[in-house]
T-cell receptor, first 116, second 117 residues
Framework: AQSVTQPDIHITVSEGASLELRCNYS??????LFWYVQSPGQGLQLLLK??????LVQGIKGFEAEFKRSQSSFNLRKPSVHWSDAAEYFC??????????????FGKGTKLSVKP | DSGVTQTPKHLITATGQRVTLRCSPR?????VYWYQQSLDQGLQFLIQ???????AKGNILERFSAQQFPDLHSELNLSSLELGDSALYFC????????????????FGPGTRLTVL
């Protein structure tokens, strides 16, 4: 069955430090991969996505993610974290229905806290 | 602002009642998805509509139903409500989501927070 694992429930980093949020997926076909961010009381905002091609993808707010097929991973990174990055981050797999994308399977999320 | 709107923002009701959540997709988007976010289950896909037709079902209870209207807005109906239905309900829309199309991106609305007392 398809699944997404985000091993870290909660991460705290200092402002200005680098960040890496882990995501592993289990899916038989070529995955469509996404990272979304949710601020308290807000909806989900798309940070970046991977469909095909270059395995290093750039997103908004200075985030990037790298798709590693051999490790079934799609980790999110940011070189320097800002206090405004404190939020919950969700990794998701878009199901592949014969080449077209269906619904998303989400991980449980990683809550990011930023220390001043 | 994703362009997806959901009403109401908050809803408080009693067990056994019925409620309707409304979603207006981004202009031009044909697919609408409904998701439920709860503390114990996380984000779960409920159901998808494409251009008025049901396309995929996830973990949607029989007490829940949805539809998409000719103007492409969608409604999620929740009936015989139980305490465990308290959750944040998200609607997302995407331009496509039909077999044979290329990969698509879902844009999420702000959600409706349902509290069942």
């Amino acid at each position: 069955a398809q699944s997404v694992t985000q091993p870290d429930i909660h991460i705290t980093v200092s402002e200005g430090a680098s960040l890496e949020l882990r995501c592993n997926y289990s899916y038989g076909a070529t995955p469509y991969l996404f990272w979304y961010v949710q601020s308290p009381g807000q909806g989900l905002q798309l940070l970046l996505k991977y469909f095909s091609g270059d395995t290093l993808v750039q997103g908004i707010k200075g985030f990037e993610a790298e798709f590693k097929r051999s490790q079934s991973s799609f980790n999110l990174r940011k070189p320097s974290v800002h206090w405004s990055d404190a939020a919950e981050y969700f990794c998701a797999v878009g199901l592949n229905y014969g080449g077209s994308q269906g619904n998303l399977i989400f991980g449980k999320g990683t809550k990011l806290s930023v220390k001043p | 602002d994703s362009g997806v709107t959901q009403t109401p923002k908050h809803l408080i009701t009693a067990t056994g009642q019925r409620v309707t959540l409304r979603c207006s997709p981004r202009s031009g988007d044909l697919s609408v998805y409904w998701y439920q976010q709860s503390l114990d289950q996380g984000l779960q896909f409920l159901i998808q509509y494409y251009n008025g037709e049901e396309r995929a079902k996830g973990n949607i209870l029989e007490r829940f139903s949805a539809q998409q209207f000719p103007d492409l807005h969608s409604e999620l109906n929740l009936s015989s409500l139980e305490l465990g239905d308290s959750a944040l309900y998200f609607c997302a829309s995407s331009p496509r989501g039909l077999a044979g199309e290329i990969a698509d991106t879902q844009y999420f609305g702000p959600g409706t927070r349902l509290t069942v007392l």
